[in-house]
Protein backbone atom coordinates (compact mmCIF):
# COMPACT_ATOMS: atom_id res chain seq x y z
CA UNK A 1 0.00 0.00 0.00
CA UNK A 2 2.81 2.40 0.83
CA UNK A 3 4.38 2.17 -2.54
CA UNK A 4 1.33 3.81 -4.08
CA UNK A 5 1.51 6.71 -1.77
CA UNK A 6 5.06 7.25 -2.61
CA UNK A 7 4.49 7.35 -6.27
CA UNK A 8 1.32 9.69 -6.16
CA UNK A 9 3.52 12.03 -3.88
CA UNK A 10 6.34 11.84 -6.41
CA UNK A 11 3.92 12.63 -8.98
CA UNK A 12 2.28 15.28 -7.09
CA UNK A 13 5.56 16.97 -6.01
CA UNK A 14 6.73 17.13 -9.41
CA UNK A 15 3.17 18.76 -11.03
CA UNK A 16 3.41 21.25 -8.27
CA UNK A 17 6.82 22.49 -9.18
CA UNK A 18 6.58 22.44 -12.25
CA UNK A 19 3.57 24.21 -11.62
CA UNK A 20 5.23 26.72 -9.82
CA UNK A 21 8.01 26.76 -11.86
CA UNK A 22 6.16 27.82 -15.31
CA UNK A 23 4.03 30.42 -13.42
CA UNK A 24 7.64 32.04 -11.98
CA UNK A 25 8.95 31.98 -15.42
CA UNK A 26 6.25 33.82 -16.84
CA UNK A 27 6.00 36.16 -13.94
CA UNK A 28 9.69 37.13 -14.80
CA UNK A 29 8.76 37.44 -18.62
CA UNK A 30 5.83 40.06 -17.90
CA UNK A 31 7.90 42.27 -15.60
CA UNK A 32 10.78 41.89 -18.50
CA UNK A 33 8.21 42.81 -21.36
CA UNK A 34 7.19 46.75 -22.00
CA UNK A 35 4.05 46.07 -23.48
CA UNK A 36 0.44 47.92 -24.23
CA UNK A 37 -1.40 50.26 -26.65
CA UNK A 38 0.13 53.15 -28.51
CA UNK A 39 -1.28 56.63 -27.82
CA UNK A 40 -2.91 56.05 -31.73
CA UNK A 41 -4.52 52.99 -30.84
CA UNK A 42 -5.98 54.17 -27.51
CA UNK A 43 -7.80 57.72 -29.55
CA UNK A 44 -9.68 54.67 -31.56
CA UNK A 45 -11.07 53.36 -28.14
CA UNK A 46 -14.64 53.43 -27.18
CA UNK A 47 -16.87 52.65 -24.60
CA UNK A 48 -18.31 49.68 -24.17
CA UNK A 49 -15.46 48.14 -26.36
CA UNK A 50 -14.19 44.76 -25.37
CA UNK A 51 -10.32 43.84 -25.28
CA UNK A 52 -8.81 40.46 -25.49
CA UNK A 53 -5.76 38.99 -24.70
CA UNK A 54 -3.07 36.19 -24.08
CA UNK A 55 -2.62 36.31 -20.52
CA UNK A 56 0.45 34.99 -18.38
CA UNK A 57 0.92 31.63 -17.04
CA UNK A 58 0.12 27.90 -16.94
CA UNK A 59 -3.95 28.76 -16.66
CA UNK A 60 -3.86 31.33 -19.45
CA UNK A 61 -1.49 29.13 -21.82
CA UNK A 62 -3.61 26.17 -20.85
CA UNK A 63 -6.97 28.01 -21.95
CA UNK A 64 -5.62 28.94 -25.58
CA UNK A 65 -4.19 25.20 -26.08
CA UNK A 66 -7.56 23.93 -25.57
CA UNK A 67 -9.66 25.94 -27.35
CA UNK A 68 -7.65 26.49 -29.83
CA UNK A 69 -8.26 28.93 -31.86
CA UNK A 70 -7.54 31.76 -34.83
CA UNK A 71 -6.67 34.14 -32.15
CA UNK A 72 -4.65 33.13 -28.87
CA UNK A 73 -6.46 34.46 -26.63
CA UNK A 74 -7.57 33.06 -22.71
CA UNK A 75 -9.61 36.55 -21.40
CA UNK A 76 -12.06 39.31 -22.38
CA UNK A 77 -13.16 42.55 -20.17
CA UNK A 78 -15.02 45.88 -21.18
CA UNK A 79 -13.48 49.37 -21.71
CA UNK A 80 -15.36 51.44 -19.26
CA UNK A 81 -14.85 55.36 -20.72
CA UNK A 82 -13.34 56.73 -17.10
CA UNK A 83 -12.36 60.58 -16.81
CA UNK A 84 -9.91 60.29 -13.93
CA UNK A 85 -8.05 57.37 -14.99
CA UNK A 86 -4.64 56.94 -16.98
CA UNK A 87 -5.16 56.58 -20.57
CA UNK A 88 -8.86 57.76 -20.32
CA UNK A 89 -10.28 53.97 -19.68
CA UNK A 90 -10.53 51.29 -17.59
CA UNK A 91 -11.16 47.74 -17.39
CA UNK A 92 -14.37 45.61 -15.76
CA UNK A 93 -13.59 42.37 -16.54
CA UNK A 94 -14.49 38.69 -14.37
CA UNK A 95 -11.39 36.94 -12.85
CA UNK A 96 -10.83 33.88 -10.16
CA UNK A 97 -9.14 34.48 -6.99
CA UNK A 98 -6.94 32.02 -7.80
CA UNK A 99 -5.19 34.62 -10.32
CA UNK A 100 -6.21 37.97 -8.45
CA UNK A 101 -6.57 39.12 -5.02
CA UNK A 102 -10.78 39.64 -5.65
CA UNK A 103 -12.56 37.04 -6.81
CA UNK A 104 -15.73 37.32 -9.60
CA UNK A 105 -16.30 41.04 -11.65
CA UNK A 106 -13.76 44.18 -10.80
CA UNK A 107 -12.36 46.95 -12.19
CA UNK A 108 -8.68 47.05 -13.07
CA UNK A 109 -6.85 50.22 -14.60
CA UNK A 110 -5.79 50.06 -18.62
CA UNK A 111 -2.20 49.96 -17.85
CA UNK A 112 -2.73 46.62 -15.56
CA UNK A 113 -4.11 45.23 -18.45
CA UNK A 114 -1.46 45.94 -20.62
CA UNK A 115 0.98 44.82 -17.70
CA UNK A 116 -0.57 41.39 -17.63
CA UNK A 117 -0.88 40.68 -21.60
CA UNK A 118 1.59 38.80 -23.46
CA UNK A 119 3.21 40.46 -26.11
CA UNK A 120 1.38 41.27 -29.47
CA UNK A 121 -1.50 39.14 -27.98
CA UNK A 122 -4.09 42.09 -27.47
CA UNK A 123 -7.43 42.55 -29.70
CA UNK A 124 -9.89 45.34 -29.29
CA UNK A 125 -13.32 44.87 -31.12
CA UNK A 126 -16.70 47.02 -30.83
CA UNK A 127 -19.97 45.33 -30.86
CA UNK A 128 -22.24 46.35 -34.16
CA UNK A 129 -25.05 47.21 -32.91
CA UNK A 130 -24.23 49.43 -30.37
CA UNK A 131 -23.92 53.08 -32.02
CA UNK A 132 -22.67 56.40 -29.67
CA UNK A 133 -26.37 57.10 -28.22
CA UNK A 134 -26.29 53.37 -26.76
CA UNK A 135 -22.97 52.42 -26.46
CA UNK A 136 -22.85 53.83 -22.81
CA UNK A 137 -25.67 51.05 -22.08
CA UNK A 138 -22.79 48.40 -21.95
CA UNK A 139 -20.72 49.72 -19.42
CA UNK A 140 -23.56 50.66 -17.33
CA UNK A 141 -24.95 47.20 -17.28
CA UNK A 142 -21.40 45.93 -16.45
CA UNK A 143 -21.25 48.07 -13.59
CA UNK A 144 -24.28 46.79 -12.56
CA UNK A 145 -22.69 43.47 -12.07
CA UNK A 146 -19.62 45.39 -10.47
CA UNK A 147 -21.77 46.90 -7.89
CA UNK A 148 -23.20 43.59 -7.11
CA UNK A 149 -19.63 41.45 -6.93
CA UNK A 150 -20.50 38.70 -8.82
CA UNK A 151 -18.16 36.00 -8.40
CA UNK A 152 -16.22 33.71 -10.31
CA UNK A 153 -17.60 30.99 -12.41
CA UNK A 154 -15.36 28.48 -11.23
CA UNK A 155 -17.77 25.67 -13.19
CA UNK A 156 -18.09 27.76 -16.58
CA UNK A 157 -21.66 27.20 -16.17
CA UNK A 158 -23.54 28.95 -18.80
CA UNK A 159 -27.25 27.92 -17.51
CA UNK A 160 -26.32 29.57 -13.87
CA UNK A 161 -25.73 33.42 -14.09
CA UNK A 162 -25.51 34.18 -10.87
CA UNK A 163 -21.29 33.62 -10.94
CA UNK A 164 -19.48 34.31 -14.02
CA UNK A 165 -16.75 33.49 -15.94
CA UNK A 166 -14.69 36.34 -18.05
CA UNK A 167 -16.57 35.82 -21.53
CA UNK A 168 -19.86 35.18 -19.95
CA UNK A 169 -19.85 38.76 -18.27
CA UNK A 170 -19.81 40.61 -21.70
CA UNK A 171 -22.30 37.28 -23.24
CA UNK A 172 -24.66 38.25 -20.62
CA UNK A 173 -24.43 42.43 -20.90
CA UNK A 174 -25.15 41.97 -24.85
CA UNK A 175 -28.47 39.85 -24.37
CA UNK A 176 -30.07 42.12 -21.49
CA UNK A 177 -29.43 45.18 -22.95
CA UNK A 178 -29.81 44.28 -27.03
CA UNK A 179 -31.19 41.04 -26.28
CA UNK A 180 -28.85 39.35 -28.86
CA UNK A 181 -27.40 36.13 -27.88
CA UNK A 182 -23.63 36.52 -29.79
CA UNK A 183 -23.32 32.47 -28.69
CA UNK A 184 -26.14 31.17 -30.05
CA UNK A 185 -27.60 27.79 -29.34
CA UNK A 186 -25.07 26.34 -27.70
CA UNK A 187 -24.79 22.86 -25.86
CA UNK A 188 -23.75 23.49 -22.36
CA UNK A 189 -21.80 20.14 -22.27
CA UNK A 190 -19.47 21.76 -25.50
CA UNK A 191 -16.64 23.90 -24.78
CA UNK A 192 -18.85 26.60 -27.45
CA UNK A 193 -19.92 28.62 -24.92
CA UNK A 194 -16.04 29.03 -23.16
CA UNK A 195 -14.78 29.95 -26.96
CA UNK A 196 -13.36 33.77 -27.94
CA UNK A 197 -14.44 33.51 -31.51
CA UNK A 198 -17.71 34.79 -30.92
CA UNK A 199 -16.18 38.32 -29.95
CA UNK A 200 -14.78 38.58 -33.43
CA UNK A 201 -17.62 37.35 -35.49
CA UNK A 202 -18.40 39.18 -38.48
CA UNK A 203 -21.76 39.45 -37.79
CA UNK A 204 -21.87 41.16 -33.92
CA UNK A 205 -17.81 42.77 -34.04
CA UNK A 206 -15.96 44.89 -35.95
CA UNK A 207 -11.75 44.43 -34.66
CA UNK A 208 -10.81 47.82 -33.97
CA UNK A 209 -7.01 46.97 -33.53
CA UNK A 210 -5.53 43.38 -33.55
CA UNK A 211 -1.83 42.84 -32.18
CA UNK A 212 -1.98 38.92 -33.73
CA UNK A 213 -2.42 39.85 -37.67
Not at 63 to 85: A, F, P, R
Not at 165 to 175: G, T
Amino acid sequence: MRKPLIVLAIFVAVFLLHFFTYNLRSEVTRDLEVYGLSLQEISLLKDGDLILRHGYGLVSDGIVQTLNEKYHVSHVGILVQCDTCEYGFKVIHCVSQSLYPVDGVQDQSLSQFFWDSQKNSIIVVRFKLANDSTRHLITKKAKEYLDRHVPFDHEFNILDTNSLYCSELPWLVFKHVFHVDIFGDINPKSLDHLKFSHFWDPRFFDVIINHQK
